[in-house]
């Protein structure tokens, strides 16, 4: 089981990590779906990690970190926005 965790732990870090690291590059957008889902993804990860070990402040930080990545995901935009309109505010 440790070896499992472990594997968790590393995945949810290193896609956590992957999305930070896009961003910085300016390759993905912070509400871009792409950069969400990974940071989705491995926040949940490390949720589950962070429930097995029993840490309560590392799952506050991960299950927070997962619901905000959800949030976003639920509100990103499935479309690009509409060009402005010449005469429209």
């Given at each position: 089981?440790?070896?499992?965790?472990?594997?968790?732990?590393?995945?949810?870090?290193?896609?956590?990590?992957?999305?930070?690291?896009?961003?910085?590059?300016?390759?993905?957008?912070?509400?871009?779906?792409?950069?969400?889902?990974?940071?989705?993804?491995?926040?949940?990860l490390l949720t589950v990690v962070?429930?097995?070990?029993?840490?309560?402040g590392f799952i506050a930080l991960?299950?927070?970190w997962t619901l905000m990545s959800?949030?976003?995901?639920?509100?990103?935009?499935?479309?690009?926005?509409?060009?402005?309109?010449?005469?429209?505010?």
């Open positions: 089981m440790n070896i499992l965790v472990q594997t968790l732990s590393i995945a949810g870090a290193g896609l956590i990590l992957l999305g930070f690291f896009c961003l910085q590059r300016g390759w993905w957008k912070s509400h871009g779906r792409l950069y969400l889902w990974v940071n989705l993804i491995g926040a949940l962070a429930v097995h070990d029993r840490r309560v991960e299950a927070t959800l949030w976003g995901l639920v509100r990103a935009p499935n479309a690009p926005a509409p060009a402005h309109q010449p005469g429209q505010p």
